[in-house]
């Protein structure tokens, strides 16, 4: 499996890496549905059997669950990975989500996590989601005394504006971003890459498979199948227009990737990859079989033809999507 050197930082990471959200389980608002916690375990294992060496996780996934079956699975493993986790997002006891980027909210989040990981210190702690926008200054400043304490090694955000990093970035250096980036999440492009790069800032993008839209395995049948409390179920891209646009993409790219031996996962994946911008890709698994995939895409680079064909594709699309 090849690593690329995170940003500034001295954290290798492989290319691809494990999301764990919808192992967070079924009952919350962002929910995927129910899931098994022994599948998730050995989903987790087996990617580490395969050289990916971190996992990326949030304490609002399952609402501390995840984070829970993380520490589980990595027992005896601790060596071997790099752990990402979050904060600023939190919840009530009735599971009602919202953003908090206080000082003492940050303070206690981090203790949260570190026990439910059951670990001593987290490798890169970042803020989920700029909200609060107001209060990014004071959670960042937190996060940076954590740095000094001990807890957490480096300080990463996801959801990030341009604009946001640069306000940031002078109280302290800002190891990486996370944001959404897929054939169908394109919004980085337009500048935060290049103000990525240009800063020395790595990049780890989520949802290159677009929540399992480009995999290849979707029909209408089975998004109407989807359990009721799949927060997919409301997502526009799942929904008309966009879907039926969406599936049209999906049988041009199952052509491209058929004439190299991939699957639409595979190359994806590989799309995402092909930037060098890019540090690495959040692939989220839920079962073992899913990780033999995600490590074949790590394995292959896309041909210049290859990207024309996609462009023209998604070129194709968006016209669809302006006559409908």
């Given at each position: 499996m090849q690593t690329k050197k995170l940003g500034w930082t001295d954290l290798?990471?492989?290319?691809?890496?494990?999301?764990?959200?919808?192992?967070?389980?079924?009952?919350?608002e962002y929910s995927w549905g129910p899931q098994d916690d022994r599948e998730s375990i050995s989903t987790i294992r087996h990617a580490l059997e395969k050289k990916i060496n971190w996992i990326d996780t949030a304490p609002v996934y399952g609402?501390?669950?995840?984070?829970?079956?993380?520490?589980?699975?990595?027992?005896?493993?601790?060596?071997?990975?790099?752990?990402?986790t979050k904060c600023g997002r939190v919840w009530d006891k009735?599971?009602?989500?919202?953003g908090c980027l206080k000082k003492e909210s940050i303070r206690s989040e981090v203790e949260g996590s570190l026990?439910?990981?059951?670990?001593?210190?987290?490798d890169l702690y970042q803020i989920?989601?700029?909200?609060?926008?107001?209060?990014?200054?004071?959670?960042w400043s937190t996060i940076a005394d954590l740095i000094k304490e001990g807890k957490v090694r480096y300080a990463g955000v996801s959801n990030f504006s341009a604009e946001q990093l640069k306000r940031v970035q002078p109280i302290h250096p800002v190891a990486s971003l996370q944001p959404p980036y897929s054939m169908l999440e394109r919004?980085?492009?337009?500048?935060?890459?290049?103000?990525?790069?240009?800063?020395?800032?790595?990049?780890?993008?989520?949802?290159?498979?677009?929540?399992?839209?480009?995999?290849?395995?979707?029909?209408?049948e089975r998004v109407q199948n989807l359990p009721a409390d799949d927060h997919r179920r409301e997502d526009p891209h799942f929904e008309e227009p966009?879907?039926?646009?969406?599936?049209?993409?999906?049988?041009?790219?199952?052509?491209?990737?058929?004439?190299?031996?991939?699957?639409?996962?595979?190359?994806?994946?590989?799309?995402?990859?092909?930037?060098?911008?890019?540090?690495?890709?959040?692939v989220g698994a839920r079962r073992p079989?899913?990780?033999?995939?995600?490590?074949?895409?790590?394995?292959s680079m896309l041909s210049r033809e290859d990207i024309t064909a996609i462009d023209m594709l998604l070129s194709k699309r968006q016209k669809a999507l302006k006559l409908s």
């Amino acid at each position: 499996m090849q690593t690329k050197k995170l940003g500034w930082t001295d954290l290798n990471l492989s290319i691809i890496g494990v999301g764990t959200w919808a192992i967070g389980g079924g009952g919350w608002e962002y929910s995927w549905g129910p899931q098994d916690d022994r599948e998730s375990i050995s989903t987790i294992r087996h990617a580490l059997e395969k050289k990916i060496n971190w996992i990326d996780t949030a304490p609002v996934y399952g609402l501390g669950h995840s984070e829970e079956v993380v520490g589980q699975a990595i027992k005896g493993l601790r060596d071997k990975l790099i752990i990402a986790t979050k904060c600023g997002r939190v919840w009530d006891k009735d599971g009602s989500i919202s953003g908090c980027l206080k000082k003492e909210s940050i303070r206690s989040e981090v203790e949260g996590s570190l026990g439910r990981l059951e670990i001593d210190v987290i490798d890169l702690y970042q803020i989920h989601w700029p909200d609060p926008d107001e209060d990014i200054e004071e959670a960042w400043s937190t996060i940076a005394d954590l740095i000094k304490e001990g807890k957490v090694r480096y300080a990463g955000v996801s959801n990030f504006s341009a604009e946001q990093l640069k306000r940031v970035q002078p109280i302290h250096p800002v190891a990486s971003l996370q944001p959404p980036y897929s054939m169908l999440e394109r919004g980085i492009e337009e500048e935060l890459l290049d103000y990525c790069s240009a800063n020395n800032i790595g990049v780890i993008a989520y949802s290159p498979m677009q929540k399992g839209l480009l995999t290849g395995k979707f029909t209408r049948e089975r998004v109407q199948n989807l359990p009721a409390d799949d927060h997919r179920r409301e997502d526009p891209h799942f929904e008309e227009p966009e879907f039926s646009a969406n599936i049209e993409l999906v049988k041009g790219l199952r052509s491209i990737a058929e004439k190299s031996g991939r699957t639409v996962a595979q190359l994806a994946i590989a799309w995402v990859l092909r930037r060098p911008e890019v540090t690495a890709a959040i692939v989220g698994a839920r079962r073992p079989f899913q990780i033999e995939e995600t490590v074949t895409a790590a394995e292959s680079m896309l041909s210049r033809e290859d990207i024309t064909a996609i462009d023209m594709l998604l070129s194709k699309r968006q016209k669809a999507l302006k006559l409908s």
